[in-house]
């Protein structure tokens, strides 16, 4: 959401003093048969802040500010190594920074298929860029230039369909897809939407207020009004459910958002200019998204910019993350335990034990132990 870009920056250098310069550190709680600590290995460090993470079998890649976007590679069998170097098993096979017209775009919207990963800039002008993962060749496959643009989040349903999210321009939600494998990308008519409501936007937080499933798709709106988009045909047509979280202000609302199948989902949010206000800042569905309750309303650690279900977790296990550290619940969301203050705004998992996390002027490996 661009009304919040501004303010966002603004709010990541006060809380750059909580950034970790030791390339290990570990959080620890007490409990049994659940995490009970997260170990952090550092890959590297310097003055980028990372919101976009794409894990896709064998790589890591990010993108982030000032134009630069990177690529790990990793081997997924050793992550469950203790070794204290094991962030040494990864390289970066490529490293560079866009430049386009003598600016250096900011990267918030990253995705994947097995050719190529694909960057998607915020502002006006958006560039979607295609990364070619056997040539190592960056072309750019999308401009849109056009006053209020401002893209916040993109995925993929499989090989050949992707689909990116943006704030509204002329009365709707910006919504491009693909469906050459990401070639070439066309702009839905705002006929084909549901109206946006006055200061509805989305929030360029984590690249997770879109999800896909199968042929499904959410989207998560915040800001004035918060609601849910819903396709079940990947974006042909469009329901719109609205959401219990707190909203109303440009700061406040649903700003991230998983689901571990096509039933079990949650949303969190908050305000992040009140990162302490935990009061109807969580909820979970049961039906896909047409119903939601809140949860562990008043008693959660407040404003989160990225939430995930843990892989083969049967939807129990939860992990948060923002500025504010590292959240964790075992019950579904209805009970909450900070296991790290480190400040982390997107996490992906790899596996169920190891995800990796990107911040203001990192990117990191994330270890949870039983």
């Known amino acids: 959401m661009r009304i919040l870009y501004t303010f966002f920056l603004l709010f990541l250098v006060v809380t750059s003093c909580k950034d970790v310069n030791n390339n290990n550190q570990t959080a620890v709680i007490e409990d049994a048969n659940v995490f009970t600590k997260v170990d952090i290995e550092f890959l590297h460090q310097d003055s980028t802040s990372i919101r976009a993470i794409e894990v896709a079998n064998d790589a890591v890649m990010y993108a982030g500010s000032n134009g630069h976007y990177g690529i790990y590679e990793m081997n997924l069998d050793?992550?469950?190594?203790?070794?204290?170097?094991?962030?040494?098993?990864?390289?970066?096979?490529?490293?560079?920074?866009?430049?386009?017209?003598?600016?250096?775009?900011?990267?918030?919207?990253?995705?994947?298929?097995?050719?190529?990963?694909?960057?998607?800039?915020?502002?006006?002008?958006?560039?979607?860029?295609?990364?070619?993962?056997?040539?190592?060749?960056?072309?750019?496959?999308?401009?849109?230039?056009?006053?209020?643009?401002?893209?916040?989040?993109?995925?993929?349903?499989?090989?050949?369909?992707?689909?990116?999210?943006?704030?509204?321009?002329?009365?709707?939600?910006?919504?491009?897809?693909?469906?050459?494998?990401?070639?070439?990308?066309?702009?839905?008519?705002?006929?084909s939407l549901p109206n946006q409501l006055e200061k509805e936007g989305a929030f360029a937080a984590s690249n997770t207020n879109i999800k896909t499933i199968g042929d499904e798709t959410w989207i998560i709106t915040g800001g004035g009004t918060s609601r849910m988009y819903y396709?079940?045909?990947?974006?042909?047509?469009?329901?719109?459910?609205?959401?219990?979280?707190?909203?109303?202000?440009?700061?406040?609302?649903?700003?991230?958002?998983?689901?571990?199948?096509n039933k079990t989902g949650i949303i969190y949010g908050g305000d992040y200019t009140t990162p302490e206000d935990n009061v109807d800042n969580i909820a979970t569905t049961s039906d896909g998204g047409k119903t939601w309750m809140i949860t562990a309303s008043g008693e959660n650690n407040g404003y989160k910019?990225?939430?995930?279900?843990?892989?083969?977790?049967?939807?129990?296990?939860?992990?948060?993350?923002?500025?504010?550290?590292?959240?964790?619940?075992?019950?579904?969301?209805?009970?909450?335990?900070?296991?790290?203050?480190?400040?982390?705004?997107?996490?992906?998992?790899?596996n169920d034990s190891t995800a990796y996390a990107g911040g203001k002027n990192a990117l990191a490996r994330l270890n949870f132990k039983r």
Do not use: H
Request: hydrophobic share 35%; net charge negative; charged share 20%.
């Open 231 to 261: 396709s079940a045909n990947k974006g042909f047509s469009w329901s719109i459910y609205n959401l219990p979280v707190a909203q109303g202000k440009d700061t406040q609302g649903a700003y991230t958002m998983d689901f571990y199948d």
């Open 78 to 191: 050793q992550t469950k190594s203790t070794d204290a170097a094991m962030a040494s098993q990864f390289k970066v096979t490529n490293k560079g920074r866009i430049d386009f017209l003598g600016k250096n775009p900011a990267f918030r919207s990253i995705a994947s298929t097995s050719k190529a990963f694909f960057i998607l800039s915020i502002e006006n002008p958006a560039l979607l860029y295609r990364y070619d993962r056997t040539t190592n060749q960056v072309s750019l496959v999308y401009t849109e230039q056009e006053e209020g643009v401002f893209y916040d989040a993109m995925t993929f349903w499989n090989e050949e369909e992707g689909i990116a999210i943006g704030d509204s321009v002329n009365g709707c939600l910006s919504v491009i897809i693909t469906r050459d494998g990401g070639t070439s990308w066309g702009k839905l008519d705002c006929g």
């Open 305 to 350: 910019s990225c939430v995930q279900y843990v892989p083969n977790s049967n939807g129990k296990e939860i992990i948060a993350a923002g500025f504010t550290g590292i959240s964790y619940s075992s019950d579904s969301g209805a009970s909450w335990k900070q296991l790290s203050d480190a400040p982390f705004l997107t996490v992906r998992f790899a």
